[in-house]
């Protein structure tokens, strides 16, 4: 930019930490949004990690907060404006946001994010699975024709799948019910009343599923 505009990098900088002070003063000014997602990310292994305030209900970032801890994130989140209006905040299943969630958004309900819950289930399936069957341990293949949904398995995917179940009958109604959830997890743009009966088929899959995770 200074070589473009033939002014000093020193002036160039200037202006770029006097812009970037004057957006976060108005960040600050701003009222928090009602649907908010909070997560924690690194950008490269090994660096301190930040966390990163989402407005879920307009698909955009809110801000993003250096550390994750909450004396890191404390100072923050007492400025910030709107924080009793907040109805739903969204975290990971481990999120150690909690506490602070709780203390700082009062009339906020905390709702586990979709993507988290669907990697839980996927991960609690397969580790029944590696029980099961061993050999799937350090198989890749193995292991993504049942991660993968029905409509994307390639052929091979099939035929690995159809050897497995031949061979480990137990897998397959597993198999079938964690798909199940799982699609019912994915369902989207639900209203409160569609939700109700939704909570009734989860209910199901999980009374299904009890005999055959104790066997």
Known sequence: MARIERIGAATVSRI???FTQRKAAERLSLQCPSVLGIDEHSLHKGLRFATTFADLKNHRIFDIV???SEADLRPY????QGREKVRVVCIDLSSP???LIASHFPNAKIVVDRFHVIRLIIQHFLELARQIAPQIKNHKGLLAALRKRTDNL????????L????K??????????????RSLMNLKHQTKRACRPLINTLLKLIDELQPELRS
Request: cysteine-free; charged content about 30%.
């Open 97 to 99: 946001y909690r506490r």
């Open 168 to 181: 480990h009958p137990a897998l397959k109604p597993l198999y079938e019910k964690m798909h199940s959830i």
């Open 154 to 161: 390639t052929p091979l995917d099939h035929a690995r799948r």
């Open 16 to 18: 770029y930490g006097q």
């Open 66 to 68: 250096p550390g994750r």
């Open 77 to 80: 989140l007492e400025r910030l």
């Open 163 to 166: 050897q497995l179940f031949n």
